[in-house]
């Protein structure tokens, strides 16, 4: 069974980094890595930013939604021993399934407003456009409308707001 003719096998040589430098994309990529790992984990610093949701109750009939036709609803949020004013937009799917979109663009914070000539949300703040799903149309918003989670129960439609929410920003000088 033995092959003569078989060489023995050599062993790469020892990485050292004097010989092998690594390229700067790959330490930086390594040292995220590590910061994220040692910090239990992105989802963990992120939850950690945001707070725990805050959940709001509207006594709204979801059934007096228009199919396609954005519906915004105001509340206030109790938040730091004061509240805070806010709003849903509510769309209803073809479906027959309602969105419930966060009133706040996701580029800079500023309040949107639907316009039915264009049929599509827009924020003035940057001239930003969304699609009646949320999707973004135009301008910088780095992704698509916020949702809320929602659900139907009996003392009405509870939102969950995240905890760090805010007022929607009117314009950019607010």
Same mark, same amino acid.
């Given at each position: 069974?033995?092959?003569?003719?078989?060489?023995?096998?050599?062993?790469?040589? &020892? !990485? #050292? =980094? *004097?010989? +092998?430098?690594?390229?700067?994309?790959? /330490?930086?990529?390594?040292?995220?890595?590590?910061?994220?790992?040692?910090?239990g984990?992105?989802?963990?610093?992120?939850?950690?930013?945001?707070?725990p949701?805050?959940?709001?109750?509207?006594?709204?009939?979801?059934?007096?939604?228009?199919?396609?036709?954005?519906?915004?609803?105001?509340?206030s949020?109790?938040?730091?021993?004061?509240?805070?004013?806010?709003?849903?937009w509510?769309?209803?799917?073809?479906?027959g399934?309602?969105? &419930? !979109? #966060? =009133? *706040?663009? +996701?580029?800079?914070?500023?309040?949107? /407003?639907?316009?039915?000539?264009?049929?599509?949300?827009?924020?003035?703040?940057?001239?930003?456009?969304?699609?009646?799903?949320?999707?973004?149309?135009?301008?910088?918003?780095?992704?698509?409308?916020?949702?809320?989670?929602?659900?139907?129960?009996?003392a009405?439609?509870?939102?969950?707001?995240?905890?760090?929410?805010?007022?929607?920003?009117?314009?950019?000088?607010?």
């Amino acid at each position: 069974m033995g092959d003569a003719s078989r060489q023995p096998t050599a062993h790469p040589p &020892a !990485f #050292d =980094p *004097r010989e +092998t430098p690594l390229a700067r994309r790959r /330490v930086l990529l390594l040292m995220g890595a590590g910061a994220v790992a040692a910090t239990g984990g992105l989802g963990v610093v992120l939850q950690g930013c945001v707070g725990p949701p805050v959940t709001v109750t509207l006594e709204f009939d979801l059934d007096t939604l228009e199919v396609g036709t954005p519906t915004k609803v105001e509340f206030s949020v109790p938040m730091d021993g004061g509240n805070v004013e806010g709003a849903v937009w509510f769309v209803k799917r073809a479906d027959g399934g309602v969105d &419930a !979109f #966060d =009133p *706040r663009c +996701t580029h800079a914070l500023c309040a949107y /407003v639907w316009e039915d000539d264009d049929r599509r949300f827009r924020c003035y703040c940057h001239e930003a456009s969304f699609a009646l799903d949320g999707a973004v149309l135009g301008g910088p918003p780095p992704r698509p409308l916020d949702r809320f989670p929602m659900r139907e129960t009996e003392a009405g439609i509870e939102l969950d707001v995240p905890g760090n929410f805010r007022t929607p920003r009117e314009t950019l000088q607010d």
